[in-house]
């Protein structure tokens, strides 16, 4: 904010190491390719890491050190970890480890498809929370919001979104003013693979953004609906700023 107003000098240009510029290029691949958003693209980011840290010490620092990568070296690694995190974070990290593999094919670091050598994280049912709540229960956690509170009243609109739209948390994340239609009563709502649906703007949403937008949300020259209640009052990083 203080270099926005010439108070600072323009910040150093940042000079990315080796293993920065590997994340760097296959985030600009699932970004142009895949066509997934900034905020997705970031989820990937801690597993791919994670994995180069791992083989530093063979020799993979450099897109060249690739051509040596073997698919008991994927698996080794998936192994290792796939029991740490929760079924959801593993399938997570699969996914990333089978299109890093498809993104060194398809740039030529290595001539073998190492995707296939990626397994499937099965998810068995029952072990996790329930996938959607009564609307008993919807009605408890709305009524839990402090509506005399300025985040008391944003949580409200968020969940509101999430239980009558059934929207994702991305999805509400990513939401901008031009996206609402008082008018015609409809928002527009960017899902996966940038695709743009717009859904009925309900009485009960409505009122509990209206509410938000003019008794809520600070002031700021970010066009996002939600934004941090701490300056600067930019738009969230991610969706875990939703949740």
């Known amino acids: 904010m203080l270099r926005s107003l010439n108070v600072l000098e323009p910040a150093a240009p940042i000079v990315l190491d080796q293993l920065s510029q590997i994340v760097y290029g296959f985030e600009q691949y699932l970004l142009q390719n895949h066509g997934l958003c900034k905020t997705s693209v970031i989820r990937h980011r801690t597993s791919l890491r994670k994995f180069l840290h791992q083989y530093y010490s063979l ?9 040596s990568l073997r698919g008991k070296d994927v698996r080794q690694f998936i192994v ?6 929760s079924s959801s974070s593993a399938k997570n990290m699969c996914w990333t480890l089978r299109t890093f593999s498809r993104y060194l094919l398809h740039q030529g670091h290595t001539t073998y498809n190492l995707s296939s050598t990626v397994p499937s994280i099965r998810a068995w049912s029952l072990t996790a929370l329930p996938e959607h709540l009564t609307f ?7 009524n839990s919001c402090d509506k005399n509170s300025i985040i008391g009243v944003r949580d409200y609109a968020v969940i ?3 239980s009558r ?3 994702r948390a991305n999805e509400i994340a990513l939401l901008k003013l031009n996206d609402i239609n008082w008018h015609a ?3 527009n709502i960017r899902g996966k693979g940038r695709t743009l649906v717009t859904l009925p703007l309900l009485a009960e949403v409505g009122e509990a953004l209206s509410s938000y937008l003019q008794n809520a949300c600070p002031k700021t020259d970010s066009r996002s609906v939600f934004v941090c209640t701490l300056a600067p009052h930019s738009a969230f990083a991610s969706s875990a700023g939703i949740l």
């Open 59 to 67: 020799g993979v620092s450099s897109f060249s050190s690739f051509s």
């Open 80 to 85: 290792e970890h796939a029991h740490n995190p």
């Open 136 to 142: 008993d229960q919807i009605t408890q956690v709305l």
């Open 160 to 162: 509101v979104l999430l």
């Open 165 to 167: 739209l059934g929207l």
């Open 185 to 187: 009563s409809g928002i």
